[in-house]
């Protein structure tokens, strides 16, 4: 199983960035995909995530009505669109696969799968 993030770089306040998460070496229909992210000298944080079968989504508070998640099953990819984007929205994103055997899902060890990150750096 492989999680391949990408999409991040150095953008100014105010301004958006798209992440992608390609997933392969298994179905993922019956898993959640989630996005994580680490700033420097913090613990992982949950972003939000979305279930693979009907695209229902969950966010984190510090993000809900900024970010957007969303899937494109053929392409087995998923989204973070971030808009609005702030200088504490600067860490390293990951993407994550957990089994869809509850809701939600927003702790690091309930996932089972790992991408490598993407960092994403906020100007002000």
């Known amino acids: 199983v492989q999680l391949q993030a990408s999409g991040g770089g150095l953008v100014q306040a105010g301004t958006s960035l798209r992440l992608s998460c390609v997933a392969s070496g298994r179905t993922f229909s019956r898993y959640i995909m989630g996005w994580f992210r680490q700033a420097p000298g913090k613990e992982r944080e949950f972003v939000g995530h979305i279930a693979w079968s009907d695209g229902s989504t969950y966010y984190a508070s510090a993000v809900k009505g900024r970010f957007t998640i969303s899937r494109d099953n053929p392409k087995n990819t998923v989204y973070l669109q971030m808009n609005s984007l702030r200088p504490e929205d600067t860490a390293v994103y990951y993407c994550?696969?957990?089994?869809?055997?509850?809701?939600?899902?927003?702790?690091?060890?309930?996932?089972?799968?790992w991408g490598q990150g993407t960092l994403v750096t906020v100007s002000s």
């Open positions: 994550a696969a957990a089994q869809h055997d509850s809701w939600p899902k927003v702790r690091t060890y309930e996932y089972d799968y």
